[in-house]
């Protein structure tokens, strides 16, 4: 492998080598410092006039006399059954004191796209104990569901209920969580840390954590680092795992960064036209395959700066998810935990993965009426803004009423509060009878007849 | 054009520039050791600009590239039906054999089958001239599909020599011409080329999807063009599917570009299982899926919407009506900003290149019902989904979509969070096709089809702006009549264009039942107009016995029945 001395320009995370031997598009870089330490890169672009490499640890301390050296292979992460337990850098270094991980694979961490023809459709059911999820935005096994949140939310508290709780009914199947942080504070991932430790959840977890004081750059390998190790732990162990990806918005400003260093023509606000592409091949990463018991469930977690759903970020995730978990502030005012605004969450696979013998027969039928009922109650409280609650006839006044209870009481739950999915539908048909019968056009009669309290007592009674 | 040797110079993600090679526009390159295939988009100097369609990790320069001399082609044959190929046609599950259930790179399939053998059934015999286009026999490919064997559209016109008839392969000679051409069962033909046919003939039949918004309000004629923009989350998708599953065409072309894996995966488990409501059989029987997912190459996705249509026009071209569907056209148009962006080429609007315009324009126009060389009528409809940022229909992709397609079908996400679905919002919404179609209608269902349409939309705009006062004074305060008229506008939303996609019965809606509701809504208007002069209050009919089981009555089976009995027990407990 020959060194080269041939720096030429250093502009942002990039440095330009020129007068090598050809070198592959992808190929892994190593620049050695002047002070004797070893930075590791990528190529981004390459001819035979110049090399662009992008440094994952930034390019403080970088000059023409550093040496760089290709590897002559692609940036690849060892994988082993005993990363389980075991806390790694943004780039995949043990950083936990413990011995370094024996390899029994080295895995490509840029992974390959799943052949839709050998994708099996997600619809198995977890239930996740939070009511606004199981009830009105079901989770199946191999779904891809990002929580919305904005800063000062609760959205760890949540991801960490969910890690907790989230099980399929009726089965006890290997299944772990691989935690991916991104310039998240110390802090922030001190109390995901301590929840992991203290539910013993650590001894199936690997942690990856690239926290706000580490290089910015490397934050663009963290989670294709994570996904590596999911895949292999799904695929070669058949374990079910639960990838967390928090904050994939300083993901994105990363990306944002390398594209301005490179002077590529922005696209909306400054990120590059390809952010939807290269979002996709961290999001597509989910899913589960024919043939393999193994499943790969993700939970993406970020923040829509100043609370704007437009904002690129969030719009081109919701374009490659399987829908979205927003949260809201004026809930979160409220008091109400989890402060989940259910009016625009969605799981575009629940409809798969809900119904009889997989949640119960009601489910589809209960979820519109709850959806259709609750949105007529939150359009009315902007009447009643305007002409107060008196102007209003008294079946408006059961559809506001019904609404507030709805958020009091279905929503709002304890963080450790963990309800089975009987519970929250038969809450659910509790708030519904608050309705007159005749308002319940989406469901049909005889599921009314099956559930809804008021049949429930005639029949015990 | 010979095949032409170079090399590599420079790789910078999809795009690669080769030097010392041969080559025109669109030729189909093989670059590097691996093989990948790639396409020429621009020619710089000594520089080859090629768009790869895999990705290039790991590829140096000074490898070789190899000039095929063709353009990126399609296969067309028996063997396209019930497929589902990457965006350059190479099908998924020979894939799937060949490197597992990831997809790996340089690896050559054909389109079709070459092994397969077919039923070849000649329609002409020994002695009879035949010219470009025409059909010379049939193949039965599907339970629903014959599949026509076409003379290529470029073969010189002939007398037939000989003509066989039996099993074979697409690779088989068919017949011979007297001067010695051989005939076989598939041709080639390069994607972005449109197909030639005689005529281009006027929109003046509707495609009939069963969705009650698009047939009744928004209609589209077969052969047409139409755009569902919306916001994620909106329905675009779910739209998609139904139109696929229900549209009365003869053959459906699904595109899924740079869209989700799963999307493909459901359409893939689904569409065996769903049965054709006029064949009786699998809808698997006549569709034929192009899925480069998002997490694909991106040159390829920019390929897969002209693989497609090539499709299409080669079924539209047997005399079919063919559906096309590309989901979404939003990632197309990313697609070519970033090979553009890595052409340094001067950007347009946001980024996207300056011949966005001419591009959008150039896919939707290949859509069209036409007279086929072989004397039939045949047509492609294409319906084009669009993803915009934010929801914000002023983007560059949305306003160059709707500066040429003829149906607007805008989706809402206001309406589609109240789970109003189809989230189409019918204030906003058009088709340029109602007044071409208008005959159509009442010839084929009822001569008062337009007047029942032209009613209930009037009804529905009349509810927009009484919604307004409605905000400011509360609805106790308007008069009677016109909260009865509110009403009956929530009826038609919520009994007639909420429709379930899926509810097995109201999936899809029979036109002849969009009639019978659309009439039904209208005598309830009647009645409670009427009962209103008898002296009833507006509470009394609202809270009218019956008025649930009328809405309800769409879910029957047998709907007439339910639906009449519900208007009997309205009339009589209204006492009109």
Same mark, same amino acid.
Not at chain 2, 6 to 24: C, D, H, N, Q, T
Not at chain 2, 45 to 72: A, F, R
Not at chain 2, 343 to 371: D, H, I, K, N, Q
């Given at each position: ?62 000059? &023409? ?34 011995? *370094? ?6 895995? *490509? ?36 569901? *990002? ?6 939310l ?20 290997e ?111 989910a ?19 100043a609370?704007?759903?437009?904002h ?7 374009y ?72 209003l006839?008294e ?19 304890? &963080?450790?509060?963990?309800r ?25 009669? &005889? ?15 | ?8 110079? +420079? ?12 080559? +025109?526009?669109?030729?189909?390159? #093989? ?11 621009? $020619?710089?100097?000594? @520089? ?13 320069p ?14 067309? /044959? ?8 990457? %965006? ?5 599950p ?5 490197? /597992? ?9 054909? %389109? ?16 009879d ?21 076409? =003379? ?8 037939? #020599? ?21 005939? @076989? ?21 509707p ?28 329905? @675009? ?45 699998p ?8 899925a ?28 079919y ?9 939003? +990632? ?18 946001e ?23 072989? /004397? ?28 040429? =397609? ?10 589609? %969070? ?13 088709s ?31 509810e ?22 509110? $009403? ?41 107009? #009427?009962?209103?002069e ?8 609202e #809270? ?33």
């Amino acid at each position: 492998m020959e060194e080269y001395k041939t720096i030429t320009q250093v502009a942002g995370p990039l440095v330009f080598v020129e007068k090598t031997k050809p070198v592959a598009y992808g190929e892994l870089v190593q620049v050695t410092l002047p002070d004797g330490s070893v930075r590791k890169g990528q190529v981004l672009d390459t001819s035979k006039n110049i090399v662009v490499v992008q440094m994952f640890e930034g390019t403080r301390g970088v000059d &023409k006399t550093c040496s760089v050296r290709f590897t002559g292979d692609i940036v690849k992460l060892s994988c082993s059954k005993d990363m389980l337990g075991r806390i790694l850098s943004g780039s995949g270094e043990p950083i936990d004191g413990g011995p *370094p991980i024996i390899p029994e694979e080295r895995i *490509p961490i840029v992974g390959s796209a799943i052949n839709p023809y050998a994708r099996k459709y997600p619809r198995e059911f977890i239930q996740t104990g939070i009511s606004a999820i199981d009830g009105m935005n079901t989770l199946v096994r191999g779904q891809k569901l *990002p929580i919305f949140s904005g800063s000062g939310l609760p959205h760890n508290d949540i991801a960490l209920q969910i890690a907790r709780q989230a099980k399929v009914r009726g089965q006890a199947e290997e299944f772990a969580v691989i935690f991916a942080a991104m310039g998240i504070t110390y802090e922030e991932a001190y109390q995901f840390m301590k929840e992991f430790e203290r539910t013993g959840a650590l001894e199936r977890a690997v942690v990856f954590l690239n926290l706000a004081k580490d290089p910015a750059i490397e934050r663009l390998i963290t989670p294709r680092m994570a996904l590596t190790a999911a895949e292999f732990l799904a695929y070669t162990y058949d374990y079910h795992i639960l990838v967390i990806l928090t904050d994939m918005t300083n993901y994105c400003e990363s990306l944002r960064e390398i594209s301005a260093a490179r002077e590529e023509v922005p696209g909306r606000r400054g990120y590059p036209g390809y952010m939807y592409t290269d979002l996709a091949t961290i999001y597509e990463r989910a899913g589960r395959i024919h043939g393999r018991k193994g499943t790969i469930t993700q939970f993406p977690i970020l923040t829509m700066p100043a609370d704007d759903i437009t904002h690129p970020i969030p719009d081109l995730t919701g374009y490659i998810t399987e829908g979205q978990i927003v949260l809201s502030r004026e809930l979160h005012a409220k008091g109400i935990y989890p402060p989940i605004n259910v009016l625009p969450s969605l799981s575009r696979l629940m409809k798969e993965g809900i119904g009889p013998g997989m949640t119960r027969d009601d489910h589809r039928q209960w979820n519109d009426q709850m959806y259709a009922a609750y949105a007529e109650g939150v359009d009315l409280r902007g009447l009643v803004a305007i002409v107060g609650e008196e102007a209003l006839s008294e079946r408006d006044r059961l559809f506001l009423k019904f609404a507030d209870e709805f958020e009091r009481r279905f929503v709002n739950q304890g &963080k450790y509060e963990d309800r089975d999915i009987d519970q929250t539908l038969d809450l659910g048909w509790e708030l519904l009878s608050m309705l007159p019968e005749r308002e319940l056009t989406k469901i049909e009669k &005889k599921y009314i007849e099956k559930y809804h309290p008021a049949y429930k007592k005639r029949a015990s009674s | 054009m010979e095949v032409s040797v170079g090399e590599i110079f +420079r790789i910078s993600g999809p795009l690669v520039v080769a030097e010392r090679l041969k080559a +025109r526009m669109y030729d189909l390159c #093989k670059v590097g050791e691996e093989n990948l295939m790639g396409e020429v988009v621009g $020619l710089a100097g000594e @520089k080859v600009l090629i768009q790869v369609y895999e990705d290039t990790s790991g590829v140096k320069p000074g490898e070789k590239v190899v000039n095929t001399g063709m353009p990126l082609s399609v296969d067309l /044959g028996p063997g396209l039906i019930g497929n589902i190929y990457d %965006g350059v046609q190479r099908p998924l599950p020979v894939l799937k054999e060949v490197s /597992g259930d990831f997809i790996s790179r340089g690896i050559e399939a054909s %389109g079709i089958d070459k092994k397969k053998k077919w039923e070849f059934q000649p329609l002409i015999k020994k002695g009879d001239e035949i010219k470009a286009g025409q059909i010379i026999g049939k193949v039965q490919e599907t339970e629903v599909v014959v599949h026509r064997i076409l =003379v290529p559209p470029t073969a010189r016109s002939g007398r037939i #020599k000989e003509i066989y008839s039996g099993s074979f392969t697409v690779d088989e000679t068919i017949a011979v011409l007297e001067d010695g051409t051989e005939l @076989k069962m598939a041709h080639k033909w390069p994607v972005r080329i449109p197909r030639p046919y005689i005529e281009k003939l006027p929109p003046i039949v509707p495609l009939i999807t069963g969705q009650r918004i698009f047939d009744t309000f928004f209609p589209i004629a077969k052969g047409g063009t139409a755009a569902i923009p919306g916001p994620f989350g909106s329905g @675009k998708t779910v739209m998609q599917h139904q139109l696929a599953k229900w549209s009365d065409a003869n053959i459906v072309v699904y595109i899924g570009c740079g869209e989700r894996g799963n999307e493909m995966t459901e359409v893939l488990e689904e569409f065996p299982e769903l049965i054709d409501p006029r064949t009786g059989k699998p809808l698997m029987l006549r569709t034929v899926l192009v899925a480069n997912t998002s997490n694909m190459p991106v040159a390829a996705r920019e390929a897969s919407v002209y693989t497609g249509i090539t499709i299409a026009e080669y079924f539209r071209d047997m005399g079919y009506d063919v559906a096309l569907q590309a989901d979404s056209t939003s +990632r197309w148009a990313e697609a070519m900003r970033e090979i553009s962006g890595r052409l340094e080429e001067m950007p347009g609007e946001e980024g996207y290149p300056a011949y966005l315009a001419s591009r959008l324009a150039e896919f939707y126009e290949r859509a069209g019902r036409v007279r086929a060389l072989c /004397g039939e009528i045949g047509s492609v409809s294409v319906v084009g989904a669009v993803s915009p940022p934010g929801g914000d229909f002023s983007e560059p992709v949305t306003q160059n979509t709707l500066r040429i =397609v003829k149906s607007f079908w805008g989706l809402d996400a206001k309406l589609a %969070g109240r789970r109003h679905f189809p989230a189409i919002n019918w204030l906003i919404s058009y088709s340029l096709y109602t007044g071409t179609l208008a005959e159509w209608y009442e010839k084929n269902i009822a001569p008062d089809w337009n007047e029942l349409r032209i009613w209930a939309m009037s009804v529905l705009q009349e509810e927009a702006t009484l919604q307004e006062i409605v905000m400011l004074v509360g609805s106790d305060a308007l008069p009677e009549s016109q909260r009865v008229l509110l $009403l009956v506008a929530r009826i038609i939303r919520e009994f007639y264009l909420a429709q379930h996609a899926y509810h097995e019965v109201d999936s899809y809606c029979d036109i002849r039942k969009q009639y019978d509701m659309l009439r039904a809504i209208k005598m309830l208007n009647g009645l409670f107009y #009427k009962a209103l002069e008898v002296g009833k209050t507006y509470d009394e009919i609202e #809270k009218v016995e019956g008025f649930d089981e009328f809405m309800r009555s769409k879910l029957e089976a047998d709907y007439k029945t339910a639906m009449s009995k519900a208007i009997e027990k309205i009339k009589a407990n209204l006492g009109v």
